[in-house]
Every structure is written in C-alpha cells, then in structure tokens.
C-alpha cells in the first residue's frame, strides 16, 4: 500500500502519464526552422563563414534550432521533455539576443548602436534573416516556454551556471579579436566588445554591467517560471473536475 508519506516522494512523471503533443512539436518544429532559416541566409550572403559564427546571435541561434528540433521530437512521440537546465539556458541565451539586439544594438541612443556601421546595413535577405534570428526565434522560444511547458522546473542554482556560457563567449572575442589583424572586419563582434575603441578597463566594466543584467535576466525567468499557471488541455486529467484530488 501506498502511503500518504511514500507518495509524495513519487515524481510527477512516474503519476502523470506522457502523452504525444503534436501542437507542441509542431510550434517547436516551426521555430527550429526559423532559426535554422536565418542562419543559412546568414552563411549564403556572408564572404565570411568564421565571422558568421563568431556572434551570439548566430550561436544561440544554433543551440535553438538543435534544442527545439529535439524537443520538438520528444513531444510528437510522448518521450519525457529535456532537462530543465537545457531548455532554460536556451531560452536565456535568446532572450538575450533579441533584447541586446532590440534595446542595444538597433537603438541609436544606447551608445553602442551598429545601425550606422555600413558592414551591418540591413537590406534584401538580410532583412529576413535578422528579423528571423533576434525576433521571430526570441518570440517564439518565450512563448513556447510560457505557454507549452511545465512550470516550476527551473532552478535557481540554474541561473548562475547559465552565465558560464556569456562569460566564455566574452573570452572567446577578446583573444579572436587580440590575434586578428587591426583592421579586420568585425574584428571585435559587437561595439561593446572593441578593445580598440574602449580599451581592455572600459570593456570589462561593459561585461560586469551586461553580466549582472544578464543574471538579473535569469533570476526574473526563474521566478516567472514558479509563478506562472500550468496551462493544461482536458485530455491531460487523470481523475474527474472538481475540488481536492490530483488533477
């Protein structure tokens, strides 16, 4: 027999049966294929696949289109969803992209605009690709996640260990930009990033101030996460409506 104690150590997957979410792994398929899409425009229209990706954008990019593909296929065949940590991470790293993007990048006033630099002009192709890498994918990872998954799986240990991967990409610019030729094209990513215009004291107070945004960032989806409603279709109840008892 199974006692009151015994069964509240019972995870939730081993009660709740996993069923097949064909809306999910269609949502997650589309916006797998829409980061995908950019990056490919991205790589075709570039004389520099390196350069390419060397950015975030394209690199969070990346980790969406694997990330959802693969949760996208767990869905369609019932298999339990991804590490919380994983999906988590990934939303972070695109959220960042499109807000870095949206607030910083194409603000003229931020001090850090690229919106006049002629080797960014965003004109044909590159139009749809950067509307698909920092705000359809952005978008449509944070609805996915607030709308098609379980709430209350993100940790807060979680966010600190996100940042593991914005502090290895800062060391990654500053030693490909310290080996690169003065001159170079992008040779920094991102103006915030430019050790020739900032010097290496002005860039590191750019990465403490960006860090603790980005912290406070995942901080701010780890309690959304414990907050919002779980958002559930009839067919997923185990037991009738009505008050008390495991819905």
């Known amino acids: ?3 009151p104690s015994s069964s509240a150590s019972v995870p939730a997957e081993a009660v709740v049966p996993v069923r097949r979410r064909p809306v999910a792994a269609a949502v997650r398929a589309l916006i ?11 790589l075709t229209i570039s004389d520099s696949v390196p350069r390419v990706l060397s950015y975030f954008t394209i690199q969070s990019n990346i ?9 996208a296929a767990r869905a369609w065949s019932a298999r339990q969803p991804l590490p919380a940590v994983l999906t988590g991470g990934t939303l972070l790293f695109i959220c960042i992209t499109g807000l870095v993007y ?38 449509g ?17 979680h966010a600190a260990l996100w940042l593991l991967y914005p502090l290895a990409y800062f060391g990654f610019a500053l030693v490909r930009g310290a080996i690169m030729s003065p001159g170079t094209p992008a040779r920094y990513p991102y103006p915030f990033l430019d050790v020739d215009a900032h010097g290496y004291p002005g860039v590191l107070t750019n990465a403490v101030v960006f860090g603790l945004a980005f912290y406070v960032l995942a901080l701010i989806l780890v309690a959304l996460d414990h ?4 958002i559930r279709s009839p067919q997923n109840r185990i037991s009738s409506p009505g008050p008390g008892g495991l819905k």
């Open 1 to 3: 027999m199974i006692t």
């Open 32 to 42: 797998a294929l829409a980061a995908l899409t950019g990056i490919v425009i991205d």
């Open 63 to 71: 980790l969406v289109a694997l990330v959802l593909a693969l949760s």
């Open 102 to 139: 949206h607030f910083v990048l194409a603000n003229s006033s931020s001090g850090f605009s690229m919106t006049d630099d002629a080797d960014h002009a965003i004109t044909g192709w590159r139009t749809v690709s950067n509307q698909l890498l920092h705000t359809v994918t952005p978008i």
């Open 141 to 157: 990872v944070f609805l996915d996640w607030l709308l098609l998954t379980r709430p209350g799986r993100l940790r807060l240990r």
């Open 227 to 230: 907050v919002r409603p779980e």
